[in-house]
């Protein structure tokens, strides 16, 4: 069976995962995710509803961005790639890497204190010169 060895299985549920994933350590998939909380137990946030929360934040910094920058033609601001670290689905700590607009999961086995931490032990060595901070 073609790539049958390459497959990677949700950290959590078992079920296959389509490719792209498997170069990251203990993937978990959308289905799991779904249900992931933050340390309040509250459902986990990022992006738009991380960064800003709510619309009249979002136009708040938009106006002041266009304060900032003298220009009223600014019409939108990027949503930073950030959310809540770390999260938990089922009572398990998972990461996520928020990265492109999205994210993606990783299950910790060894109850990290932060996600390069998760990256030194989930990870085989990789070299010094492509590591950088919290990418
Ligand atoms: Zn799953």
């Known amino acids: 069976m073609r ?7 949700c950290a959590i549920c078992g079920v296959e995962l389509r490719g792209g994933k498997r170069s990251y350590p203990n993937p978990v998939c959308g289905q799991c995710d779904s249900r992931a909380l933050n340390a309040n137990g509250e459902k986990a ?9 709510t619309q009249e934040r979002y136009q708040k910094a938009l106006d002041e961005a266009r304060r900032h920058y003298n220009d009223n033609t600014i019409d939108a601001i990027i949503v930073p790639d950030d959310g809540e670290n770390p999260v938990f689905i089922d009572g398990r700590k998972c990461w996520r890497r928020y990265r492109f607009g999205g994210y993606l999961t990783m299950r910790d086995d060894f109850d990290c204190s932060d996600i390069s931490e998760f990256y030194r032990k989930h990870n085989k060595p990789r070299s010094k010169t492509s590591e950088k901070k919290n990418d």
Do not use: T
Not at 3 to 9: R, T
């Open 3 to 9: 790539g049958n060895k390459e497959k990677s299985l």
């Open 45 to 53: 946030k990022w992006g738009f509803e991380y960064v800003f929360k």
